[in-house]
């Protein structure tokens, strides 16, 4: 039941997308999804405006892997002219797709206009499209909730804004801004949206494993799902969703393959980041990846005053 489709000229074999999350999918993590079946990743999400000023925070957040393609690179922002001119000056970089996103709940950047708060402005919404998709020769998708709030559930409307804009394929999040991440996803805003489109629809929300995938795909018609928090400290979603809808036992990890797995994350973390900086990072994925573990809460507690690759080597052989 794997679904194939492409955005713009590139295909996407399988329809599993790693969603973006901001301090979680930089490469290391989208490496590790990869190797374990993710058919697309996302970068984190890059301002237009740190592009345009030339932020040093931003350069890192850009960096691509040949072995992650394909992979779309997720810009944000709300100045029409500034996004696209932006999305031009980077073009020629290593990715294969511009994501454009319209879903992020954080008040920092909804207070500043951009976001999901794009969604209670569809003139605007066609402006920035618009001139993205003019811009470069490169094909452009949108990442949209279900609405602003229950008053504002408008995610049809503007699905149609991005389509007539020359957008090449639309992933939508079942949730409200106002929800943040809470409550149930509405998949039938997906199907809603997928039943007005002729561009492929990616659904995201509520998907853990390989039966919810199913129920999703025969649910909502969707073209691919997205998996994001699903993912953190699981990479192997990706293994167990393709294994389940091929029909096949959907394998877990052991014990072992999660310990080998964490120490694997962070030596690719070191390959980007000093050694200290690195565990540091590895602090929150510990955590994720040992929920529900025997002992887990214990675990988590040392791994936060460890600093050395070699210290959080020991402590988790220590667990296995």
């Known amino acids: 039941m794997l679904k194939n489709f492409k955005i713009g000229n590139i295909n996407i074999e399988g329809g599993l ?3 973006p999350m901001a301090g979680v999918s930089d490469l290391p993590f989208r490496h590790l999804c990869k190797e374990m079946g993710a058919s697309l990743l996302v970068t984190e ?12 925070n931003t350069e890192p957040l850009m960096k691509i892997d040949k072995a ?12 029409p002219d500034i996004i696209a001119e932006m999305a031009a000056s980077i073009e020629d970089r ?3 797709i511009f994501d454009f996103n319209m879903g992020c709940p954080v008040p920092k950047i909804v207070n500043n206009g951009e976001g999901s708060a794009l969604m209670k ?28 709030n229950e008053d504002n559930i408008n995610a049809v409307e503007i699905a149609k804004i991005a389509e007539g804009a020359g957008v090449s394929a639309v992933a939508v999040h079942g949730r409200t801004r106002e929800q943040y ?9 997906i199907r809603d949206v997928k039943s007005a489109l002729s561009i492929p629809v990616i659904g995201n929300g509520d998907v853990v494993d390989g039966e919810s995938a199913k129920r999703m795909y025969e649910y909502t018609g969707c073209d691919g799902i997205m998996i994001a928090r699903a993912a953190r400290g699981n990479p192997w979603i990706f293994r167990e969703i393709r294994a389940y809808l091929n029909g096949d036992t959907p394998e877990k990890p052991t014990a072992k393959e999660i310990v080998d797995m964490i120490l694997r994350h962070c030596r690719l973390q070191m390959e980007y980041d000093d050694e200290i900086m690195a565990v540091r990072k590895m602090r929150k994925h510990v ?11 214990a675990l988590r507690d040392k791994v936060n005053h460890v ?10 052989q220590s667990t296995v």
């Open 17 to 19: 997308c790693l969603g």
């Open 45 to 56: 999400m890059v301002s237009a405006k740190a592009i345009y000023f030339k932020n040093k």
């Open 68 to 79: 992650e393609h394909p992979i779309a690179l997720q810009l944000f922002g709300s100045d």
């Open 94 to 96: 290593d990715f294969d």
């Open 121 to 148: 402005n569809p003139k605007l919404v066609e402006e920035i499209l618009s001139k993205l998709v003019k811009s470069v020769k490169k094909p452009v998708t949108l990442k949209i909730r279900r609405g602003f």
């Open 181 to 189: 991440y809470s409550g149930k996803a509405d998949w039938n805003i």
């Open 287 to 297: 955590a994720w990846y040992t929920h529900g573990m025997k002992g887990s809460s």
């Open 307 to 316: 600093e050395k690759y070699d210290e959080l080597e020991s402590l988790l």
